[in-house]
C-alpha cells in the first residue's frame, strides 16, 4: 500500500500530532512513518493503523 504523502502529512498537521506521538498512538516505530512521509510503501496493516490513530478511513490518505 502506498500512502499519499501530502494527504497523509495534512492529516498529521490536521491533529497537531508529531512523528513520536503518531508512532505511539498507532503503534507503528516512528522510522516506519519516516519512511511513508519519504514516500516508501507500506504494508496494509500499518496502513490500517496510522489510519485508525488519524481518524480516518484508510481510503482516505493512500494513493489513488
Known amino acids: 500500500m502506498r500512502i ?3 494527504k497523509f502529512v495534512s ?3 490536521k491533529r497537531d500530532l508529531t512523528q513520536c506521538k503518531l508512532a505511539e498512538m498507532s503503534g507503528v516505530s516512528r522510522v516506519t ?3 511513508i512521509k519519504a514516500g516508501k510503501s507500506c504494508s496494509d496493516e500499518v496502513g ?3 489510519a485508525k490513530a488519524l481518524g480516518v478511513d484508510v ?3 493512500i494513493e489513488q
Open 59 to 61: 481510503t482516505e490518505i
Open 11 to 13: 492529516e498529521m498537521m
Open 4 to 6: 499519499d504523502r501530502i
Open 33 to 35: 512513518i519516516g519512511y
Open 48 to 50: 490500517q493503523k496510522l
